[in-house]
C-alpha cells in the first residue's frame, strides 16, 4: 500500500528532537508522525546511525525525546 502524497506531507510535519542535557544547543531531530514514531527505512545510514546512538543515550547525553510540529 502507497501511502498518498498528502498524508506523506502531514508525516513530513513533525519531527522527533533529542536535546543535550549538558548543552542545550546540541542534539538532533529526526523526521517523524505526530505520535513521534520515526520511520527508520526513510532514514539516510547516517541518520538511521544517528538516531540510533541519540535512543542509546537519552538521560546520560540527551534528553527524553519529544515531538515538535515543523513549521
Known sequence: MTESPALAANAARYELRFTGLFDRGRGYAFP??????VDID??????????VM???????ELSAP??????
Not at 42 to 51: A, G, S
Not at 66 to 71: E, I, Q, S
Open 32 to 37: 517523524c508522525d505526530a505520535l513521534g514514531h
Open 42 to 51: 526513510e532514514l539516510t545510514d547516517r541518520c538511521r546511525t544517528n538516531y
Open 54 to 60: 541519540a535512543q542509546a543515550v537519552v538521560g546520560t
Open 66 to 71: 519529544f515531538v515538535l510540529p515543523v513549521r
